[in-house]
């Protein structure tokens, strides 16, 4: 098990440095930073000025080595939007985002799960269709319309919830369900489809044989096999939550770091911009590299592969 994670640590790492260069070069090659400081109508003098007082005007390598040099002192650079801390900035959304993050996750295990489970239990019957009914429909609906649906439904018609801001957990739940929709359908299908194969196992039929039926066959014997896929897809969509959180975001006013992504792209603010892509990179790799190893201890044959 070291020897696999130590593996996966090494590959975590090289996948983290090549994502921080990516990042850098293009955001650098796509656009002009002392341009966006100095703002569209600047002269070529002030934007020369500009190159030189951030050091702009040397050459690329250098930059990207001073960030990297900065980065592993940990700072994180300056914002030119804002001219605060790019970590003070970030610190002070990711919290937000965490928790909408967190409870769209909850929600997508509580409803793709079982609906998966019970349209594994009762193939090609109406609960079946039903199912997979409500799985293209959650991947075919905008996400932005569906919130702002939700918004008139159960915002401003039945009160249920606000329509707006971050300051309760109430605050939370309607943006929370509206994000959890695009990772519902996914997960709901590779549920079913793992506890079918599962049920054509030879173990599950040896159970069978044993007495076992139903939830009890379900629980016990089907469902630690036919998860092993779907724990890797829940870790990707967790981190398209927390970096893909834009959209829904913006609609209920959360001042989070898709917020603040957003922002800081209208705002021309590389800086920030480039960080944020390095921390959401960071983020699937680590989620990523969690879920390999919560595989390979729920599966022996992937640590001795």
């Given at each position: 098990m070291i020897r696999y994670a130590f593996r996966r640590l090494l590959l975590a790492a090289a996948v983290a440095f090549t994502v921080s260069l990516a990042a850098f070069l293009t955001l650098h090659l796509a656009t002009d930073?002392?341009?966006?400081?100095?703002?569209?109508n600047a002269t070529p003098d002030v934007v020369h000025q500009i190159r030189v007082e951030y050091g702009l005007d040397r050459p690329l390598t250098t930059q990207y080595g001073a960030w990297i040099d900065d980065l592993a002192h940990g700072d994180l650079g300056e914002s030119y939007y804002w001219h605060q801390s790019v970590g003070h900035l970030i610190a002070q959304a990711a919290p937000v985002t965490f928790k909408l993050a967190s409870l769209a996750l909850l929600f997508t295990i509580g409803l793709a799960i079982p609906l998966g489970a019970l349209a594994a239990l009762r193939p090609n019957t109406w609960l079946d269709r039903l199912a997979l009914s409500v799985a293209v429909a959650g991947q075919a609906v905008p996400t932005f319309w569906f919130a702002l649906m939700a918004i008139v439904a159960f915002a401003v018609k039945l009160h249920w919830f606000p329509v707006a801001g971050g300051g309760s957990l109430a605050h939370f739940v309607l943006p929370a369900f509206v994000l959890s929709m695009r990772s519902v359908p996914p997960v709901m299908r590779l549920t079913r489809a793992g506890l079918l194969e599962a049920f054509e196992s030879d173990y599950i039929r040896t159970a069978r044989a044993k007495g076992f039926r139903g939830s009890r066959l379900l629980t016990r014997q089907a469902l630690r096999n036919a998860l092993l896929?779907?724990?890797?897809?829940?870790?990707?969509?967790?981190?398209?939550?927390?970096?893909?959180?834009?959209?829904?975001?913006?609609?209920?006013?959360?001042?989070?770091?898709?917020?603040?992504?957003?922002?800081?792209?209208?705002g021309g603010d590389i800086p920030t911009v480039q960080m944020l892509v390095f921390v959401f990179a960071l983020i699937f790799v680590g989620l990523t590299f969690?879920?390999?190893l919560i595989n390979a201890w729920l599966d022996p044959r992937l640590r001795l592969g």
């Amino acid at each position: 098990m070291i020897r696999y994670a130590f593996r996966r640590l090494l590959l975590a790492a090289a996948v983290a440095f090549t994502v921080s260069l990516a990042a850098f070069l293009t955001l650098h090659l796509a656009t002009d930073p002392a341009q966006a400081i100095a703002g569209e109508n600047a002269t070529p003098d002030v934007v020369h000025q500009i190159r030189v007082e951030y050091g702009l005007d040397r050459p690329l390598t250098t930059q990207y080595g001073a960030w990297i040099d900065d980065l592993a002192h940990g700072d994180l650079g300056e914002s030119y939007y804002w001219h605060q801390s790019v970590g003070h900035l970030i610190a002070q959304a990711a919290p937000v985002t965490f928790k909408l993050a967190s409870l769209a996750l909850l929600f997508t295990i509580g409803l793709a799960i079982p609906l998966g489970a019970l349209a594994a239990l009762r193939p090609n019957t109406w609960l079946d269709r039903l199912a997979l009914s409500v799985a293209v429909a959650g991947q075919a609906v905008p996400t932005f319309w569906f919130a702002l649906m939700a918004i008139v439904a159960f915002a401003v018609k039945l009160h249920w919830f606000p329509v707006a801001g971050g300051g309760s957990l109430a605050h939370f739940v309607l943006p929370a369900f509206v994000l959890s929709m695009r990772s519902v359908p996914p997960v709901m299908r590779l549920t079913r489809a793992g506890l079918l194969e599962a049920f054509e196992s030879d173990y599950i039929r040896t159970a069978r044989a044993k007495g076992f039926r139903g939830s009890r066959l379900l629980t016990r014997q089907a469902l630690r096999n036919a998860l092993l896929p779907v724990i890797s897809v829940l870790a990707v969509q967790l981190g398209h939550k927390l970096g893909g959180s834009i959209i829904v975001e913006s609609v209920f006013s959360l001042p989070g770091i898709g917020r603040l992504t957003l922002d800081s792209i209208l705002g021309g603010d590389i800086p920030t911009v480039q960080m944020l892509v390095f921390v959401f990179a960071l983020i699937f790799v680590g989620l990523t590299f969690v879920a390999d190893l919560i595989n390979a201890w729920l599966d022996p044959r992937l640590r001795l592969g």
